[in-house]
């Protein structure tokens, strides 16, 4: 009997300590702003954009998107289009990574620990891969870096709806060297080596131009990804496919 007594006494302990030292959750600061607010109007919205968007061709394997960050109702549409090519499809890790908008950075900072929270439910960041990253000598494992920067949390409430109960990897890129980002490439593909990871690249391209200059801005864009990838990959011919950047206008 009284040991029992102890192992409950020990088991509220615990419990108190736990509840005393909550979890690391980053409350959303642009529900209401950027996109709904209630889960039911947000699924609705992103249920209908799924709806409407045609897919593409088959793609074999999808290694990254490139996504907008605007709000929904200017840009949902477009990353509904980049998030059906992965609807449906297993990732262990989203790397969502982003450039630093509200404070200033030099190299990388990754969220280190704990959850994002969405009206949609929460995600939780894979802390061994941010171990990795931050394992860098330009990276900084602050979470300050991350408040008040939208085009992170703007994608949670899509990769909830597509894909299946993945871990997040948030990265924000601040003034840092051609170098530096080689070194953060070689880590992402070491982790990918250990898991399935799908890479988000969370970028408007341009802003304040005119529709047509901003056309001819990302059609540049799509050449130089083309000639890129057809260089690194060992065939001049890669089947590979730039999607679905080709969907940014």
């Keep these: 009997m009284r040991i ?7 088991l509220l302990v615990a419990s108190f300590f736990v509840n005393a030292y909550p979890r690391n959750i980053k409350h959303p600061e642009f529900n209401g702003l950027f996109y709904p607010d209630k889960a039911s109007e947000l699924n609705k919205f992103i249920d209908n954009v799924l709806k409407e968007t045609i897919a593409p061709a088959a793609v074999r394997e999808v290694i990254g998107i490139l996504v907008p960050h605007a709000g929904y109702v200017y840009s949902g549409k477009i990353a509904a289009a980049a998030y059906k090519t992965v609807e449906g499809r297993q990732f262990d890790t989203v790397v969502i990574i982003s450039s630093a908008h509200q404070h200033y950075l030099e190299g990388v900072a990754v969220y280190p620990e704990g959850e994002f929270e969405t009206p949609l439910g929460n995600l939780e960041i894979d802390h061994e891969s941010a171990e990795t990253i931050n394992s860098l000598d330009f990276s900084a494992a602050d979470t300050r870096y991350f408040l008040r920067e939208h085009p992170i949390e703007v994608q949670l409430p899509f990769i909830i709806k597509t894909i299946k109960n993945p871990k997040i990897l948030p990265i924000i ?22 898991k399935q990871i799908l890479i988000i690249s969370s970028s408007d391209l341009s802003h304040f131009h005119t529709y047509d200059e901003a056309v001819a ?3 540049r864009q799509l050449i130089l990804l083309r000639i890129r ?5 060992g065939h001049p011919k890669s089947t590979r496919r730039i999607l679905p950047a080709e969907y940014t206008r």
């Design 4 to 10: 029992k007594i102890y192992l409950l006494f020990m």
């Design 173 to 194: 890129i601040g003034k840092t060297s051609l170098k530096n980002l080689k070194d953060l490439a070689g880590e992402l593909y070491k982790i990918s080596q250990r």
């Design 229 to 233: 990838i057809s260089t690194t990959s």
């Design 217 to 219: 801005m990302d059609r």
